[in-house]
């Protein structure tokens, strides 16, 4: 992997940070991928801050969604993780928080139905503030600037003061990321994610193959709702859902700052999101990422991309997961459509001969990123689809279970990825294309992948 110059974090941790013991070792490793903070007093004053603000998300429920990814290892549930490339300030719209929070909830009814299996809801959402980035700086017409590294860190406008890292903005991501979890919160526990308003959550989208398809499926399970409440059912369960937020764990001064001692164990738990990944450029055995994240009780994902080998996944799995603990870790495997075939079964066959209990995921998305004719960075529908069909492929072969799908994707009706069942073309980049750093999946895109994965998990029921 091609690396960034190291960054020098703080020397010390802050005052009201979490203590316990090597928490800090990673402020003596290689670390990668970090900002250059403009003003170190404002660094520190915003460090300090984080570090008395009240946890995102609670250990108890870190501690459930370890369960429920302990279910998908065994077989027992699928992970749907979907998202965001990169979230903005300026996107945390109740609208727009609530259109993904919706197509999340349309996938899994899909993926529910089609499977017949639990499926664990997740968001790359209320955290997913900072990006890394294969350059550290982005030149136009012969201006150099720092490179946007995501809200959190900097701006996209491309000016000398936006561009600027400014500590600020990890302060700005907290509190951003605080009323987006209430938001999801209140859709998913206030009567918005009510199974029987199926129907509802398509209001508004045109007419396309996939719509057709989700208002089908709609209308059995509103039969399959009448039955039951003929027969007396109790439809609680079916009012609300469990809905887990994750990202990766890239800034290590802001997940430093969020991580809290769990009252009821003394463990040390991160408190910014329920699921932490760590990126395939900063997977580094001997780095910094790697130490840090093996010392929260959080689940934990590592992104695997095609360079990945089968060592590589074991000594991971030594350095993350020494107890073996179902439901610890997960492996999201990033290789591209033309070599998910050749390159991932060696991976899988190794791990399991290891007898470790690990999810694998797949992100069709990161292994297919190409530009288009009119200069676009975008992603050909059909390279993803064949990139999952080559990960359900690889893991019957095997007789594994092929567990979750991450994918970067939005409730809107944006074009950012080419094709689909209503076909997306590159001049309709011009108006529709809104994402600050990768290509997305829009909504309907997003169900036709729904369907397709039900497809391949109902064969393999």
């Known amino acids: 992997m091609t690396e960034l110059p190291v960054a020098h974090p703080i020397a010390s941790p802050q005052p009201g940070a979490a203590e316990y013991p090597g928490l800090d070792a990673w402020r003596d490793l290689p670390v990668v991928q970090q900002p250059t903070w403009a003003d170190s007093e404002v660094h520190r004053a915003a460090v300090s801050e984080l570090s008395s603000l009240p946890p995102l998300v609670f250990a108890g429920e870190v501690d459930l969604l370890r369960q429920r990814l302990a279910d998908a290892a065994e077989g027992k549930a699928f992970l749907l993780q979907g998202g965001d490339c990169a979230e903005t300030f300026e996107g945390a719209t109740a609208d727009k928080i609530s259109a993904r929070v919706r197509t999340i909830l349309q ?58 890292h ?38 508004g989208f045109t007419a396309n193959p996939a719509h057709s398809r989700y208002e089908s499926l709609a209308r059995e399970i509103d039969r399959a709702v009448k039955f039951m409440d003929a027969c007396g059912a109790d439809f609680d369960a079916l009012k609300r859902v469990e809905f887990f937020a994750s990202h990766e764990a890239l800034v290590l001064d802001y997940e430093r700052a969020l991580t809290r001692i769990d009252s009821r164990t003394g463990l040390p738990y991160g408190t910014s999101g329920h699921f932490l990944w760590i990126g395939e450029r900063t997977r580094q055995l001997d780095g910094a990422h790697v130490d840090f994240l093996s010392r929260v009780r959080n689940p934990i994902g590592v992104k695997l991309g095609p360079t990945s080998t089968a060592d590589d996944a074991l000594r991971l799995i030594d350095k993350l997961d020494p107890q073996r603990e179902p439901g610890r870790l997960t492996f999201i495997t990033r290789m591209g459509a033309g070599n998910i075939r050749e390159k991932l079964p060696a991976l899988v066959e190794k791990v ?39 990960f359900f492929e690889v893991h019957h072969s095997l007789g594994t ?57 109902g064969k393999r029921s």
């Not at 470790?356 to 676009?376: C, I």
């Not at 080419?418 to 529709?432: I, K, N």
Request: net charge negative; aromatic share 8%; hydrophobic share 40%.
């Open 107 to 164: 996938m899994a009814v899909v993926l529910t139905y089609g499977a017949s299996l639990p499926v664990i809801k997740m968001g790359r959402m209320a955290g997913q503030f900072a990006k890394p980035r294969s350059s550290n700086d982005e030149t136009r017409e012969g201006v150099t600037l720092p490179a946007y590294r995501g809200d959190m860190v900097n701006g996209y406008e491309f000016t000398p003061e936006s561009r600027a």
């Open 166 to 203: 400014n500590a600020n903005r990890m302060v700005q991501a907290y509190h951003t990321s605080a009323s987006t979890l209430n938001l999801i919160r209140a859709f998913t526990q206030g009567g918005f994610a009510d199974l029987r308003l199926v129907h509802h959550w398509n209001k």
């Open 401 to 457: 279970f092929p567990g979750g799908l991450h994918v970067e994707m939005t409730g809107d009706d944006v074009a950012e990825c080419l094709g689909g069942a209503d076909p997306v073309d590159q001049h309709a980049f011009l108006e529709r294309y809104e994402s600050v750093c990768d290509p997305r999946l829009n909504h309907m895109q997003s169900l036709e992948m729904a369907f397709l994965v039900a497809g391949a998990l």
């Open 352 to 390: 399991t001969a290891s007898g470790a209990k690990v999810l694998w995921v797949t992100d069709p998305m990161h292994g297919n990123t190409v530009t288009s004719p009119n200069g676009y960075k975008t992603r050909n529908f059909d390279d993803v689809i064949d990139e999952v069909r080559g």
